[in-house]
């Protein structure tokens, strides 16, 4: 079983740029497809990116590709999520999530982080 915990959140000006952290732990935490998603308010949940277990496969959202970038170390069991161009539409409570499959849903991940707040002002 995984435990994820998300921190870097904040508030941050239309345009500019924040950077979200993951560590996870566990048993084999560092074999696990690793996810970030979103909901904002008064939305459902969204699935924004995730990578797989060695870094070297990832897959986009269209709402975020070409503005944010993953990645991960895993000799610190850290995925990080850079977000740059930030625009208010993005703000969100921003959840990391962990899951042996490579998944794209939003619904789908084993295992969840409490999330971390993302306010962009205009």
């Known amino acids: 079983q995984a435990q994820v915990k998300e921190s870097g959140g904040g508030l941050v000006q239309a345009g500019g740029s924040l950077r979200l952290s993951c560590s996870a732990s566990g048993p084999t935490s560092e074999s696990y497809a690793m996810g970030w998603l979103r909901q904002g308010p008064g939305k459902e949940r969204e699935f924004l990116v995730v990578i797989n277990w060695s870094g070297a496969n990832t897959y986009y959202a269209d709402s975020v590709k070409g503005r944010f970038t993953i990645s991960r170390d895993n000799a610190k069991n850290t995925v990080y999520l850079q977000m740059d161009r930030l625009k208010p539409e993005d703000t969100a409570v921003y959840y990391c999530?962990?899951?042996?499959?490579?998944?794209?849903?939003?619904?789908?991940?084993?295992?969840w982080g409490q999330g971390t707040q993302v306010t962009v002002s205009s």
């Open positions: 999530a962990a899951d042996r499959a490579w998944t794209f849903s939003s619904n789908s991940y084993a295992y």
